[in-house]
């Protein structure tokens, strides 16, 4: 089984990124319904192993895209919980300067790409920062993620033609939670196994167990090793579930409680935990630390976040053009 | 000084800041092994190769959206579009993704690329081949919209667009590819946002731009046969609009006619006739005019072509209603 090739340090840096994921949206779901955070919010819970089993996998000089469910991502990145939090207030001193939001978290420094608003409008942007490695001639990967609805766009069958035509160095991940906003993927399609998208251009592809990081890292791992070794694109399809609803303004009435139980009962947090103790890995003690560092961290983060400026108004017409003195039209 | 066409001048601005500049790629339906569908990019595969010189599948939201990517991680593509007209499938990467980045990432993620190729009507090809988009573009904050209108002004602000760190979309004309003009050989720049006065005058001011400066200049000439001193503007770019030199020379004339190739409702003859009312509104000795197309898609029939696009012999019309003769 897959999970001996896994070291304890995996195991003890995936509880802990996906916790540190966890409690931090745990925390911003409180902050939005205290106003404190504004706009659309979408919450990863239920789905960390994904981005958790991404990040073992890849080199830290590996880029990363997704769309607008982007907290963990960003912090997976290695963006700190403190830039997260203050870009989710607004604040002067966000990841994105307060301009972006929740939806558009970006770290240059991070080579995280960016959250993006347009379902599927990610899926090309990711090809492109795979053909500009490919282009200078690196051997970095890029990994686009995106949702079970951006793949009915028709920005991925376009992309998905380019990429494997020009063999680009990206792992297109389709997190499939089963929900595109309230419409189940059976709703949106006669092809249930998404990843088969994939056969019609002759692009590598799997359905992924996306509950486990043990799973995500093996996949992601293979499909990066291609791509590095100049043989193109691979589509996974890992199969996740959020718990929440698509934002924080969905109650999500078009599912059953059982089946949000059945999958809670599948935690990656909790399934990650058990492998800890049963390895003995860590102990009670270790993991109530980590519990207590993490809560820390992500209150440290609001305070952080709650003592910062909001940017200057007259910062609204810097960062449009890079040219210094755009002569914007002001009446 | 030599003479060469509108289409060698774009050529000679790629090839050159392609030689200066290795992150600079050309991508786009037909570009490379067809050398252009309207013959720009002829002979550049043979001197950059394919790596440079891309030839795409008919996928323009897809390559577009590549081509920004490519721009966020380092490179600085241009992007050929086999007219503008197709640009409204890709429309979702230029105005989501290329202008709003380097805004929505607090200024981490410029980009530097150019969308270019033709714009407006080229004859009778009918409403979805005969459309102006200059004015939807121009309304987009986070970019640049360039408009030439000669094979001068063509080669240098293509090379400013290049060179420029923001998203550039500069419009060209089917009809203009094969104009002929005076480009000198040694290297030189036209900065963007910045208009021209082709020709002084101080009866009345016509502005316009790309194509039609041609039916403005006709005008101009014509009525100076009957004494009438015209002051014509080449806008060269309507975003940044160049507001300063039109404000000045109404002040000057008191009277402004903008011609345009565009639909009436919010084109760039409005905003200018908006900046004019409120800057120059004492000056103006006659209500502003505007000739653009006619407020319908562009049928094929010759009849509809001569119906839908300002000409010489309305613009003359218009200046003498402003001079009330």
Same mark, same amino acid.
């Given at each position: 089984m897959a999970q001996n090739k896994f070291t304890k340090e995996n195991y003890l840096n995936w509880y802990k990124q996906m916790l540190l994921m966890r409690r931090f949206e745990e925390k911003s779901a409180q902050l939005y319904g205290q106003q404190k955070i504004k706009g659309f919010c979408h919450l990863y819970i239920g789905q960390e192993a994904v981005v958790a089993g991404t990040m073992s996998a890849l080199r830290k000089d590996d880029r990363i895209i997704t769309a607008y469910r982007d907290h963990a991502h960003a912090l997976a990145c290695g963006i700190s919980a403190n830039a997260v939090m203050a870009e989710l207030f607004g604040k002067a001193t966000g990841c994105s300067k307060g301009k972006g939001g929740s939806m558009h978290m970006f770290s240059k420094a991070h080579n995280f790409f960016g959250g993006h608003g347009? /379902? !599927? @409008?990610q899926i090309p942007l990711g090809a492109g920062i795979a053909m500009a490695d490919q282009y200078r001639g690196g051997d970095q990967v890029t990994v686009c993620y995106m949702g079970d !609805?951006? /793949?009915? *766009? @028709?920005a991925l069958h376009e992309t998905f033609n380019m990429a494997m035509l020009w063999k680009l160095p990206v792992i297109f991940v389709c997190?499939?939670? !089963?929900?595109?906003m309230g419409t189940s993927v059976e709703r949106t399609t006669? /092809?249930?196994?998404?990843?088969?998208? !994939?056969e019609a251009y002759e692009m590598p592809n799997a359905a992924v167990d @996306? &509950? *486990?990081p043990e799973t995500v890292h093996e996949a992601i791992a293979a499909a990066a090793e291609r791509a590095r070794k100049g043989d193109g694109p691979t589509f996974l399809e890992i199969r996740t579930y959020r718990y929440? @609803?698509? +934002? &924080? +303004?969905? =109650?999500?009435?078009?599912?059953t409680k059982e089946e949000v139980e059945a999958y809670k009962k599948k935690d990656p947090l909790e399934i990650v935990k058990q492998t800890i103790l049963d390895k003995k890995y860590a102990n009670e003690k270790w993991l109530d630390e980590v519990e207590a560092e993490i809560e820390n961290e992500v209150n440290e983060s609001v305070t952080f976040a709650e003592n910062s400026p909001y940017p200057?108004? *007259?910062?609204?017409?810097?960062? /449009?053009? +890079?040219? =210094?003195n755009y002569p914007f039209i002001t009446e | 000084m030599r003479v060469i066409q509108f289409r060698e001048a774009l050529r000679e601005a790629l090839s050159e800041e392609m030689r200066k500049d290795p992150n600079i790629f050309l991508m786009g339906e037909e570009v490379a092994e067809y050398n252009g569908?309207?013959?720009? $990019?002829?002979?550049m595969l043979d001197e950059f190769g394919a790596k440079r010189v891309i030839d795409t599948p008919i996928a323009e939201l897809g390559f577009a959206g590549i081509a920004v990517g490519a721009a966020m991680n380092g490179l600085r593509p241009v992007v050929e579009f086999m007219?503008?007209?197709?640009s409204l499938v890709a429309i979702d990467q230029v105005i989501n993704a290329a202008a709003k980045m380097y805004q929505m990432s607090g200024g981490q993620f410029n980009i530097p690329m150019v969308f270019r190729g033709p714009t407006g $009507?080229?004859?009778?090809?009918?409403?979805?081949?005969?459309?102006?988009?200059e004015n939807w573009y121009a309304n987009c904050p986070g970019l640049k919209v360039v408009v030439p209108s000669n094979p001068y002004d063509a080669k240098g602000l293509l090379k400013s667009a290049i060179r420029d760190n923001d998203p550039v979309i500069f419009m060209e004309s089917e009809q203009m590819y094969g104009d002929k003009g005076e480009v000198p050989e040694e290297e030189y720049m036209i900065p963007i946002g910045v208009a021209d006065i082709k020709k002084s005058g101080t009866d009345v001011t016509i502005v316009s731009f790309g194509k039609i400066m041609k039916v403005a200049l006709a005008a101009a000439d014509e009525l100076a046969k009957e004494d009438i001193s015209c002051e014509v503007i080449d806008?060269?770019?309507?975003?940044?609009?160049?507001y300063a030199t039109v404000i000045a020379s109404v002040k000057k004339t008191n009277r402004l006619v903008v011609v345009e190739?565009?639909?009436?409702?919010? $084109?760039i003859s409005t905003e200018i006739t908006y900046m004019i009312q409120k800057n120059a509104f004492d000056y103006l000795d006659a209500p502003v005019r505007r000739i653009t197309t006619a407020d319908t898609p562009l049928g094929y029939a010759p009849t509809f072509v001569q119906e839908f696009l300002p000409s010489t012999e309305k613009v003359v019309k218009a200046v003498k209603e402003v001079l009330y003769r």
């Amino acid at each position: 089984m897959a999970q001996n090739k896994f070291t304890k340090e995996n195991y003890l840096n995936w509880y802990k990124q996906m916790l540190l994921m966890r409690r931090f949206e745990e925390k911003s779901a409180q902050l939005y319904g205290q106003q404190k955070i504004k706009g659309f919010c979408h919450l990863y819970i239920g789905q960390e192993a994904v981005v958790a089993g991404t990040m073992s996998a890849l080199r830290k000089d590996d880029r990363i895209i997704t769309a607008y469910r982007d907290h963990a991502h960003a912090l997976a990145c290695g963006i700190s919980a403190n830039a997260v939090m203050a870009e989710l207030f607004g604040k002067a001193t966000g990841c994105s300067k307060g301009k972006g939001g929740s939806m558009h978290m970006f770290s240059k420094a991070h080579n995280f790409f960016g959250g993006h608003g347009i /379902v !599927g @409008g990610q899926i090309p942007l990711g090809a492109g920062i795979a053909m500009a490695d490919q282009y200078r001639g690196g051997d970095q990967v890029t990994v686009c993620y995106m949702g079970d !609805g951006a /793949v009915r *766009q @028709g920005a991925l069958h376009e992309t998905f033609n380019m990429a494997m035509l020009w063999k680009l160095p990206v792992i297109f991940v389709c997190e499939n939670n !089963g929900y595109a906003m309230g419409t189940s993927v059976e709703r949106t399609t006669n /092809v249930m196994d998404i990843h088969k998208i !994939g056969e019609a251009y002759e692009m590598p592809n799997a359905a992924v167990d @996306g &509950m *486990q990081p043990e799973t995500v890292h093996e996949a992601i791992a293979a499909a990066a090793e291609r791509a590095r070794k100049g043989d193109g694109p691979t589509f996974l399809e890992i199969r996740t579930y959020r718990y929440r @609803g698509h +934002s &924080m +303004s969905d =109650p999500a009435k078009y599912r059953t409680k059982e089946e949000v139980e059945a999958y809670k009962k599948k935690d990656p947090l909790e399934i990650v935990k058990q492998t800890i103790l049963d390895k003995k890995y860590a102990n009670e003690k270790w993991l109530d630390e980590v519990e207590a560092e993490i809560e820390n961290e992500v209150n440290e983060s609001v305070t952080f976040a709650e003592n910062s400026p909001y940017p200057e108004a *007259q910062a609204l017409f810097e960062d /449009v053009y +890079s040219e =210094p003195n755009y002569p914007f039209i002001t009446e | 000084m030599r003479v060469i066409q509108f289409r060698e001048a774009l050529r000679e601005a790629l090839s050159e800041e392609m030689r200066k500049d290795p992150n600079i790629f050309l991508m786009g339906e037909e570009v490379a092994e067809y050398n252009g569908a309207y013959k720009v $990019s002829q002979g550049m595969l043979d001197e950059f190769g394919a790596k440079r010189v891309i030839d795409t599948p008919i996928a323009e939201l897809g390559f577009a959206g590549i081509a920004v990517g490519a721009a966020m991680n380092g490179l600085r593509p241009v992007v050929e579009f086999m007219t503008f007209n197709f640009s409204l499938v890709a429309i979702d990467q230029v105005i989501n993704a290329a202008a709003k980045m380097y805004q929505m990432s607090g200024g981490q993620f410029n980009i530097p690329m150019v969308f270019r190729g033709p714009t407006g $009507s080229a004859g009778q090809l009918a409403a979805q081949h005969s459309q102006a988009f200059e004015n939807w573009y121009a309304n987009c904050p986070g970019l640049k919209v360039v408009v030439p209108s000669n094979p001068y002004d063509a080669k240098g602000l293509l090379k400013s667009a290049i060179r420029d760190n923001d998203p550039v979309i500069f419009m060209e004309s089917e009809q203009m590819y094969g104009d002929k003009g005076e480009v000198p050989e040694e290297e030189y720049m036209i900065p963007i946002g910045v208009a021209d006065i082709k020709k002084s005058g101080t009866d009345v001011t016509i502005v316009s731009f790309g194509k039609i400066m041609k039916v403005a200049l006709a005008a101009a000439d014509e009525l100076a046969k009957e004494d009438i001193s015209c002051e014509v503007i080449d806008l060269r770019t309507v975003r940044p609009i160049d507001y300063a030199t039109v404000i000045a020379s109404v002040k000057k004339t008191n009277r402004l006619v903008v011609v345009e190739e565009a639909w009436p409702l919010a $084109s760039i003859s409005t905003e200018i006739t908006y900046m004019i009312q409120k800057n120059a509104f004492d000056y103006l000795d006659a209500p502003v005019r505007r000739i653009t197309t006619a407020d319908t898609p562009l049928g094929y029939a010759p009849t509809f072509v001569q119906e839908f696009l300002p000409s010489t012999e309305k613009v003359v019309k218009a200046v003498k209603e402003v001079l009330y003769r």
